[in-house]
């Protein structure tokens, strides 16, 4: 099936929010309407945390169905949910602490965990409750994943020449990240691949290196991972500013 990629340059973070959360409520409305459910995977990092601040704010507070939505993370640090660094506190802070959404639909990697592979299978587990699926059946598609891009090419937690890289089985890995000395647990590319729709929000010049020899440069997913993002039958967008535009179209040296 043909694969849908839309880039959408806007000018500034501030922008990438307003524009992000505009389709966040749009794909969360008709997952709703379509199924009764609405399934997010959340990116971590930085620039998604201007996005989450404002859905909860008006008015995409009220306009985002939080009872019918599930949760999710598509990657998450080796920290507790209490650490400055971890993707869930992040959110908590920006969004959850501030909407109605129960608590029983927020699923939090426990990537803090001794036994990563444990949390890993248990996770898998989650997701396929939630879906009424099998942990053994190929990946359920999530109507929206959103992700960031490093300035090092990775996104979610898979990070260049990483293992996690070649899994293809499982939906959710650890993935030990050299260049950090430290685990991740991540989503792979078996369930991103799958999802309805894929969100990159980038900003900022320091990645305007890496946004054009992935979207400009020959494959390289080994040291380019956000090149292994090719959603099977969903819409792939990237939604980036002027910044991190600002090298697309130059020759690649
Ligand atoms: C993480 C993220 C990671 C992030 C990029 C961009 O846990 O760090 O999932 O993939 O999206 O590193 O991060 P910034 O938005 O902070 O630049």
Redesign the pocket.
Known sequence: MERVSDLLVVADQAAIAQEAAKRVVAIAQEAVARCGRFTVAL??????KRLYSLLADEPYRTRLPWRETHLFW????AVPPEHPES?FGMAKESLLSRVPIPANQVHRMQAERADLDEAAGEYQAEIAKTFAAQPSDKPPAFDLIL????PDG????LFPYTRALREISRWVAPNYIPTLKAN?LTFTTSILNRATTILF?V??IE?AAALQVVLEGPPAPERLPAQLIRPIAGRLVWLVDQAAASRLGDRIP
Do not use: I, Q
């Not at 990116?43 to 998604?48: E, L, R, V």
């Not at 598509?74 to 640090?77: F, K, L, Q, T, V």
């Not at 990775?154 to 937690?157: I, Q």
């Open positions: 990116a971590g990092g930085s620039t998604p598509g990657d998450e640090r993707n992700l960031g891009l490093g990775h996104t979610a937690s991740r929000l900003s900022g990645k």
